[in-house]
């Protein structure tokens, strides 16, 4: 399958990583406005660059469009991807709020495209595995769960990150993974609590109550002075998973000498294959396939509304009930 990559920046450069190790997915041409920084990708990937989507869809036949712009980027880019009859993948978190989202689900409805929205932490083993053991009940009933993912504050393009405006703020950005996690191992959220150090929410702590009684504790951080890392642990009756990333090879960090340039962690897998290989592999399966996506387009949907939630519970001071 033809891929297009659009985004040449951190994510970007991982996606494109990935494909190189993908037979089934072929990547075909890079798509950045900033002209060093798509031809740098497109160099590297020995495929041609192009300023805008519409410049590389009127040349080339494409099958998926893989999205890796910025946040408040998603829906324009998303939706024109899906007009051109390709499918899209597109990188965490969907949206930058609910109405875009919405948008983008019915544009795939109607273009009768997959939207793959890439919740990359569903391939990590270490959480796939987790899940699956609660689900086995080799824990028992699982009361509590807690989780915790932070470092150092990421630099992208043009600050996006530092704008609440285009990035979302931390909850929308890097907490719904571990949101997204949650709601996939246990089911529905019923309320949301959250205390921030800041009105920005460089460091946000949530209490999250679920429907099945589960109460977790979720931190999130922007505010350490270097370095990344994630960890959680799920407490049952009968046993007790646990996970730090601190304990293993755990992240790579994309630097640049260029002023203002990206500086961004990108969580990895010590193991042979990469999650984003997999994940990928598993999106064009569901598109040549029609395998059931290990997350759907709802899922993101939801992750997006409960970090939405998560922020406007630390501005309020106030716990916000789920719908």
């Given at each position: 399958?033809?891929?297009?990559?659009?985004?040449?920046?951190?994510?970007?450069?991982?996606?494109?990583?990935?494909?190189?190790?993908?037979?089934?997915?072929?990547?075909?041409?890079?798509?950045?406005?900033?002209?060093?920084?798509?031809?740098?990708?497109?160099?590297?990937?020995?495929?041609?660059?192009?300023?805008?989507?519409?410049?590389?869809?009127?040349?080339?036949?494409?099958?998926?469009?893989?999205?890796?712009?910025?946040?408040?980027?998603?829906?324009?880019?998303?939706?024109?991807?899906?007009?051109?009859?390709?499918?899209?993948?597109?990188?965490?978190?969907?949206?930058?709020?609910?109405?875009?989202?919405?948008?983008?689900?019915?544009?795939?409805?109607r273009a009768r495209r997959q939207l793959l929205i890439a919740h990359v932490v569903r391939f990590f083993p270490q959480y796939a595995l987790a899940r699956q053991r609660v689900k086995n009940?080799?824990?028992?009933?699982?009361?509590?769960?807690?989780?915790?993912?932070?470092?150092?504050?990421?630099?992208?393009?043009?600050?996006?990150?530092?704008?609440?405006?285009?990035?979302?703020?931390?909850?929308?950005?890097?907490?719904?993974?571990?949101?997204?996690?949650?709601?996939?191992?246990?089911?529905?959220?019923?309320?949301?609590?959250?205390?921030?150090?800041?009105?920005?929410?460089?460091?946000?702590?949530?209490?999250?109550?679920?429907?099945?009684?589960?109460?977790?504790?979720?931190?999130?951080?922007?505010?350490?002075?270097?370095?990344?890392?994630?960890?959680?642990?799920?407490?049952?009756?009968?046993?007790?998973?646990?996970?730090?990333?601190?304990?293993?090879?755990?992240?790579?960090?994309?630097?640049?000498?260029?002023?203002?340039?990206?500086?961004?962690?990108?969580?990895?897998?010590?193991?042979?294959?990469?999650?984003?290989?997999?994940?990928?592999?598993?999106?064009?399966?569901?598109?040549?396939?029609?395998?059931?996506?290990?997350?759907?387009?709802?899922?993101?949907?939801?992750?997006?509304?409960?970090?939405?939630?998560?922020?406007?519970?630390?501005?309020?001071?106030?716990?916000?009930?789920?719908?």
């Amino acid at each position: 399958m033809k891929v297009l990559m659009v985004g040449a920046g951190t994510m970007g450069r991982v996606h494109a990583q990935a494909w190189a190790e993908i037979d089934e997915g072929e990547l075909v041409g890079v798509v950045d406005p900033d002209p060093a920084c798509g031809a740098s990708l497109a160099r590297s990937a020995s495929v041609p660059a192009f300023a805008s989507l519409e410049e590389a869809l009127g040349v080339m036949a494409v099958d998926v469009v893989d999205v890796c712009v910025p946040t408040y980027l998603h829906r324009a880019t998303v939706e024109q991807a899906l007009t051109a009859g390709c499918h899209v993948i597109c990188e965490k978190p969907m949206a930058l709020n609910l109405d875009e989202a919405q948008s983008m689900i019915d544009a795939a409805t109607r273009a009768r495209r997959q939207l793959l929205i890439a919740h990359v932490v569903r391939f990590f083993p270490q959480y796939a595995l987790a899940r699956q053991r609660v689900k086995n009940g080799a824990i028992g009933e699982v009361g509590t769960a807690r989780t915790f993912r932070g470092g150092a504050y990421p630099v992208g393009w043009q600050d996006w990150y530092g704008d609440p405006n285009k990035s979302g703020t931390l909850a929308t950005d890097l907490l719904i993974h571990d949101i997204d996690f949650l709601r996939w191992t246990f089911g529905e959220v019923q309320r949301v609590y959250a205390k921030s150090l800041n009105v920005k929410g460089d460091h946000v702590l949530v209490s999250l109550r679920f429907a099945n009684g589960l109460i977790a504790q979720c931190e999130g951080s922007w505010a350490y002075p270097a370095g990344f890392s994630y960890a959680f642990e799920l407490a049952g009756r009968e046993g007790l998973i646990a996970f730090d990333s601190r304990q293993s090879r755990a992240i790579e960090v994309w630097e640049s000498t260029a002023p203002l340039a990206p500086r961004v962690a990108i969580p990895e897998s010590p193991l042979v294959q990469s999650p984003y290989v997999a994940e990928l592999e598993h999106f064009l399966a569901v598109i040549r396939d029609g395998v059931e996506p290990r997350v759907t387009a709802e899922d993101a949907f939801r992750a997006l509304e409960l970090s939405m939630m998560v922020r406007r519970s630390w501005e309020t001071g106030q716990p916000v009930e789920v719908e």
